[in-house]
């Protein structure tokens, strides 16, 4: 896959924690317009159609109310880091028949009850010991659960996912866990403004997505990258994303910082 995108398309990073709220459904519906208006525009330069690209809008630390507005205009799916809190939010809003909820965050084992009861999709799976957690749960529950395989493409010891080298092994393992649907890949990427820092993360997951796609076992899918956020999803999808992660350029910047968010694994996380 040769993208040919040059190496000076910059970063928003410089935003961070200064997006402005949204306050209303036009606010949202404005909001969406334009990240997905930057989508098009990124998948022009790529050479892509618009219409492999998902956006998930990340909602974590919002209030159910603003949540509301943005089902208002238009989200049928949400994104949230910290298992109970999404648990709480989905419980508050069942009378949302068609909303659905992707966990993107770190995953402890006694979370996985919570995440197996009501989440349409997980994002960061990297142990063993998350999926066989995850499995048990699901089975009691009679329910598959669609799921990504977190990889540390920027090695950050701040991040969670597994190295590189480690994947190709772990992959192999999955088949037997029948109740996880493995769709991809996801990353997140160096929180920096030097964009030939934060493309190189991307082009490792795609390179790595490539090469594990040809010996993927039976019933395996590889075909989503879920990388990007609001300050890079541009260049994430410059470089094949087929799902971006954005929230404060929709949300707003978040009151609570991200070092609070992540105590244990420290800034950067995703957005």
């Not at 997951?205 to 999803?233: H, K, N, T, V």
Request: hydrophobic content about 40%; some cysteine.
């Amino acid at each position: 896959m040769n993208i040919g995108i040059p190496l000076e398309t910059s970063t928003m990073h410089d935003q961070h924690g200064r997006w402005p709220q949204a306050e209303s459904v036009e606010d949202f519906r404005r909001n969406m317009a334009a990240v997905h208006a930057r989508i098009a525009a990124a998948c022009q330069r790529g050479g892509r159609d618009p219409g492999g690209v998902r956006l998930l809008p990340v909602s974590k630390t919002k209030s159910e109310a603003s949540l509301r507005l943005a089902y208002a205009a238009g989200c049928r799916l949400l994104g949230e880091n910290k298992p109970q809190e999404a648990y709480r939010k989905w419980e508050g809003m069942t009378d949302l028949t068609d909303l659905r909820w992707s966990v993107i965050g770190h995953l402890q084992t006694n979370k996985a009850k919570l995440v197996a009861h009501f989440a349409a999709e997980f994002q960061a799976l990297d142990s063993l010991r998350v999926a066989e957690a995850l499995e048990r749960r699901l089975q009691a529950e009679g329910r598959g659960l669609d799921v990504f395989v977190q990889v540390n493409t920027s090695g950050e010891a701040s991040k969670y996912g597994l190295p590189p080298d480690e994947v190709a092994a772990f992959i192999r393992e999955l088949p037997a866990f029948s109740a996880l649907r493995v769709r991809g890949l996801m990353t997140l990427a160096l929180l920096s403004v030097e964009a030939a820092r934060v493309r190189r993360c991307f082009v490792l997951l795609r390179e790595l997505r490539d090469r594990l796609r040809q010996e993927a076992p039976d019933g395996i899918d590889l075909d989503e990258l879920s990388m990007g956020m609001s300050g890079d999803y541009e260049i994430a999808i410059e470089e094949g994303a087929t799902v971006v992660r954005v929230g404060q350029a929709i949300f707003g910047a978040r009151a609570t910082p991200d070092v609070y968010y992540w105590p244990s694994a420290g800034e950067g996380k995703t957005d």
